[in-house]
């Protein structure tokens, strides 16, 4: 019985191993993602209208991680994907800072 026990737990360890390594590694692009908006972040004015390009990620993990790196309220952050049209280059234009998506990677435009 006791040897059950033990072969039970360990395999439920193994388990467990294998799912949080994979879970980590799923947050290597986040990772990198943020580290991108914190050396950007200088360049940013506070108050600033700031359009991302190219956001891949499906949901507003994009904008939680501007919110949270920018910390500035009075900011307005916008996602191209989220518009519901292509912006115009006059829409574009309106903003104060540009930022381009590429994966993981984050690049200052304008």
Do not use: C
Not at 13 to 27: C, F, N, T, Y
Not at 50 to 65: A, H, K, Q, S, T
């Amino acid at each position: 019985m006791l040897g059950a026990l033990v072969i039970y737990a360990a395999t439920l360890l193994q388990r467990q191993s294998v799912q949080i390594e994979g879970w980590i590694k799923s947050q290597d692009a986040t990772w990198a993602t943020i580290q991108d908006m914190q050396r950007i972040r200088p360049a940013i004015h506070n108050g600033a209208k700031i359009l991302f390009l190219n956001e891949p990620v499906e949901g507003w993990d994009m904008l939680f991680i501007a919110q949270v790196v920018l910390r500035d309220r009075a900011a307005l952050i916008t996602l191209q994907h989220k518009e519901g049209h292509i912006l115009t280059p006059s829409e574009i234009a309106e903003y104060s800072h540009v930022l381009r998506v590429d994966g993981p990677r984050v690049t200052l435009v304008r």
